[in-house]
């Protein structure tokens, strides 16, 4: 998909979109709602979160023990274990398997990890047809589009876009209710099962102490998936590691409380070794860094790879409710995706992603592993300004606030000179549309109160703080 220039135009473009606007807050206001309501049931939310933040802490930081852990056992139940070392390496592997066993067509459940090394690509670039199969992402894949949402792919689209995209693409009547659209995806992907040489996914988790795949859903294509293809391919990002199969009864609490609202997802797969042992069936398990060690040889940043891939973040924060998910220009979004991303890319490439959040701290209230998502927002700001700098423009508001901020009676008296010129400017009390530097955008999509006529200053000297 082609992006415009930068995240400040892409934001903007969603902005401006009122269907976009639309399908965001009816879709981030339905997730908040069933978490809400599932919390109320879950009386120990804190006992587990703090219990899932020490799993993680522990796994992360001694990870190359576990790893080795789970590929051993994975080997010993008949898997075979590859370690990709970027995304160039785990494709190729996918594909000269493809090859070698002349597949023609690969059925594939969603999974975050391929979408971030762009799998399908290079499938199609091989002769390989893949084909999504959970609804979103199949949704996704016939808009030509990249995910929008951890969770819910299609998050950003209207059930009236969907229904004119299958009318289009598939040569189908156009559906009008979400039955007859999950009806038709169900017919077209029936046969896709029963015919595909590879399934492929991504796990949810892999436990070491076992060498099993675990993989949660609500659709059943997952399983269709991983069961049916004689070759199952799991692509795996090496921080989905969690040391012992007892340590399942937490994460499968928080995990779909905290992404659907759910107790628990109407399918979780518990995968060991190949479906069959009869030599014709395989498991190949891709153990996938991409970037990853890097993350995890920064102390500041290694907390990041706590990150459960819930989607709760994305939610209730003010930014991505408003952009949306193709706004951040690639495919982890939100919160989260503001720390990964540039890191997995590259500063260079994605430092505007930091500076995408109000830092209200709402995202680190929801993760259900306690990831302290504003300070690490933080510190990446502190390196892509440590690295590159800042503008000219923000370099000399800061030198000139700090020069104003160390004179007191100077600052008094240009708050005053200031809160009389906004007032002016402002209508019914509030500041509308007012095109004044450093404000356009702010204005431009919001109101903003007019300021009082007495400083904060002369309000607190009135008050009586004594009694």
């Known amino acids: 998909m082609t992006m415009t220039p930068n995240l400040t135009a892409r934001s903007h473009a969603a902005l401006e979109d009122p269907i976009l606007q639309t399908a965001l807050k009816n879709a981030t206001g339905t997730f908040i709602e069933k978490r809400r ?21 522990h796994t992360i930081n001694n990870l ?15 898997g075979k274990v590859y370690w990709a070392r970027n995304d160039e390496d785990a494709n190729r592997y996918v594909v000269e398997l493809a090859r070698s066993r002349n597949v023609e067509s690969a059925v594939k459940a969603k999974s975050m990890a391929t979408e971030e090394i762009e799998l399908n690509h290079a499938l199609e670039a091989a002769g390989v047809r893949p084909i999504e199969t959970d609804l979103g992402e199949y949704i996704i894949q016939l808009a030509h589009e990249k995910p929008t949402h951890i969770i819910a792919p299609a998050i950003h689209k209207t059930r009236g876009q969907i229904s004119d995209l299958f009318a289009d693409k598939l040569a189908v009547e156009r559906p009008n209710e979400v039955e007859e659209i999950t009806a038709i995806a169900r017919a077209r992907l029936r046969n896709e099962f029963l015919t595909a040489g590879i399934g492929i996914s991504g796990a949810n988790f892999a436990i070491a102490e076992t060498g099993t795949i675990v993989l949660v859903e609500n659709e059943g294509n997952i399983r269709l998936t991983t069961q049916v293809p004689r070759i199952h391919v799991a692509v795996v990002g090496i921080e989905k590691v969690l040391p012992r199969f007892s340590d399942l009864a937490v994460f499968l609490q928080l995990l779909p409380r905290s992404g659907t609202g759910q107790k628990l997802t109407s399918y979780v797969s518990f995968l060991n070794g190949p479906r069959m042992d009869d030599g014709e069936h395989e498991l190949h398990l ?19 790879l706590y990150c459960i891939r819930c989607g709760a973040c994305l939610n209730v924060c003010p ?21 990964i991303s540039p890191q997995l890319q590259g500063l260079q490439k994605a430092r505007e992603l930091p500076f995408a959040s109000s830092l209200c701290g709402a995202c680190r209230v929801a993760c259900p592993v306690n990831i302290n998502i504003p300070d690490l927002l933080l510190n990446l700001r502190a390196k892509v300004m440590e690295q590159q700098g800042g503008k000219f423009s923000e370099r000399t508001a800061m030198h000139g606030f700090s020069l104003l901020g160390s004179r007191p009676r100077i600052f008094s008296a240009m708050g005053a000179i200031g809160r009389r010129v906004a007032r002016m400017m402002g209508k019914n009390g509030k500041l509308r549309r007012i ?12 109101d903003v109160a007019a ?17």
């Open 319 to 339: 930014v991505y409710q408003k952009i949306g998910g193709q706004a951040y220009g690639w495919i982890y979004p939100g919160p989260i995706g503001a720390i």
């Open 37 to 57: 309501v599932a919390l109320v049931d879950t009386p120990d939310w804190e006992t587990l979160r703090t219990r899932a933040r020490e799993v993680k802490e």
């Open 64 to 78: 190359d023990y576990y790893l080795e852990q789970l590929a051993s056992n994975v080997q010993k139940l008949g």
């Open 286 to 304: 891709i153990l996938l860094d991409n970037g990853r060690t890097g993350i995890l040889a920064d102390e500041q940043m290694r907390e990041s």
């Open 451 to 467: 300021p009082n006529e007495s400083s904060f200053r002369a309000w607190w000297k009135e008050q009586d703080h004594n009694g």
């Open 435 to 446: 095109n004044f530097p450093g404000l356009g955008s702010w204005l431009r999509y919001r």
